[in-house]
């Protein structure tokens, strides 16, 4: 069910509290109502991170309400969200993430990243309150979760990682070469201009050596 927004209500999100003020009158209107159901919303924001949509997706039991993401994104892909964030509320005004709320949000999250809309942050509210996913680095945290992430695409992250590793290796070594190439010509240098009679302190200015590294040879 889409929600009827005000222009005053199409704001820019800058934070978690700017789209809780929104969600909390949201809230309050339709739980005169359904009060004791939990409401489970998405909000769809274009490339400003300006609120473009929000659509009601589904309401449960005072306890849960069930989502799918084929449900979650359905509206997003349509209205061609670039951002999403989700929200939902928890009748009971205990704002802590279940379990189950977690491992929704890692579901969502992966898909999100698939279908390249990805999920900013998921919000819990209240009346009086909200918790954020993002704020509390929760969802950077499930962000590293393969719960979700297809066989296909762990092989490849891991191919590429490893790519990564091997490349930045290499460099480490044709530098590594090079260095000690460097050091080898002036060691030549140095015992060459030590034998014609060169002071040491021009030698040491010459080639860039120690004066210790000079005098041993």
Known sequence: ???????????????????????????????????????????????????????????????????LPMEVFSIPLQKRSVNLIIVHNHPSGELKPS?????????????????????LDHMIISNKGFYSFADSGLLEELSQSLKYVPVFMQKEKAVKEAKKEFEKESKKNSAKAHKDGQKEKALEMAKMMKEKGYPIEEIVQLTGLSKTVVGKL
Not at 1 to 17: A, P, Q
Request: charged share 25%; aromatic share 6%; hydrophobic share 40%.
């Open 1 to 67: 069910m889409n929600i009827t927004l005000t222009d005053k209500e199409k704001i820019k999100v800058m934070n978690s509290d700017d789209l809780y003020k929104i969600m909390q009158s949201i809230l309050l209107r339709e739980q005169r109502v359904d009060q004791d159901r939990e409401h489970f919303w998405t909000v769809c924001l274009n490339t400003a991170n300006v609120i473009m949509n929000i659509e009601l997706i589904s309401m449960g039991n005072v306890f849960s309400t069930g989502v």
């Open 99 to 119: 379990d189950a709320d977690k491992d929704v949000t890692d579901h969502l999250y992966q898909v999100g990243k698939f279908l390249k809309v990805p999920v």
